[in-house]
Nanobody, 120 residues
């Protein structure tokens, strides 16, 4: 399974970015999709996730500013980030939990990450 992320970059405080992640490879079903981030010197943390039932979960600091969505047919997950703050600066990693055949085990996969930098 391969994950290709796009959409990171440099933006001023208050600006917006949209991250996208496309999954490909041997995938039968995608359960959860999400985004994690890791800032220098900090642990990786969950930013937002979405299940196959469209249930979403957000880290408290991004609620009301970030929106996660998925397109199951295209195997894509998006993260719309508005009202960005300098503290949102981090490497953002895509995550998926998939099964590779009917009734198969679930496996986690991670993308390489895309840098998001918010200037003050």
């Amino acid at each position: 399974v391969q994950l290709v992320e796009s959409g990171g970059g440099l933006v001023e405080s208050g600006g917006s970015l949209r991250l996208s992640c496309v999954a490909s490879g041997n995938i039968f079903s995608i359960f959860a999709m999400g985004w994690y981030r890791q800032a220098p010197g900090k642990q990786r943390e969950l930013v937002a996730s979405i299940t196959d039932n469209e249930q979403t979960n957000y880290e408290d600091s991004v609620k009301g500013r970030f929106t996660i969505s998925r397109d199951n047919a295209k195997k894509v997950v998006h993260l719309q980030m508005n009202s960005l703050k300098p503290e949102d600066t981090a490497v953002y990693h895509c995550h998926v939990r998939v099964s590779q055949w009917l009734g198969g085990n679930e496996y986690d996969y991670w993308g390489q990450g895309t840098q998001v930098t918010v200037s003050s």
